[in-house]
């Protein structure tokens, strides 16, 4: 059953009660990779293991996901400014123990290619935090294989 979380704001990200960050550099420029992140929502699926699909809704200020595995959310973006930043908050989910999900991509160029940071920040139940301690090494894994192969995928399209 979907339930509707606490809107939280952009400063959630740096004060959540629970907030997993990862990095990772890779080649394509921040340019590039912004536009797979904000612009090319439903390409998502193509990169993200975990996304089954994705869309944009709300005349683009919106998306809906779905997880392999059935979970769903929908979502409000709250920032994107192009080749730096691109942050989104669930509104709805049907995760169960959720109070409250941030997702912040950041991007800083490093060289000729970027740094992309992403910041899990969430609150929930007891057992919500516990599951996502001891989810964080597969969170950590997710991530890392997501953005390696979207720099794959951005370095196989053409300019």
Not at 38 to 58: H, Q
């Amino acid at each position: 059953m979907a339930h509707r979380l606490r809107p939280v704001g952009l400063d959630f990200v740096e004060t959540a009660p629970l907030r997993l960050v990862f990095a990772r550099e890779v080649d394509s420029p921040p340019e590039t990779v912004y536009r797979a992140l904000a612009e090319d929502v439903a390409g998502w699926s193509e990169w993200f293991s975990a996304v089954k699909l994705a869309r944009p809704t709300e005349d683009g200020s919106g998306r809906h996901v779905r997880l392999k595995g059935g979970t769903r959310f929908e979502e409000t973006i709250l920032a994107a400014e192009p080749s730096e930043l691109y942050t989104y908050r669930v509104d709805v989910t049907n995760a169960p123990g959720t109070r409250a999900l941030v997702e912040e991509w950041r991007l800083a160029r490093s060289g000729t290619g970027t740094r992309v940071q992403w910041t899990w920040a969430a609150d929930g139940t007891a057992p919500f935090r516990f599951a996502i301690k001891l989810g964080r090494a597969g969170l950590g894994r997710a991530f890392r294989d997501a953005v390696t192969k979207l720099d794959r995928r951005l370095a196989s399209m053409p300019a």
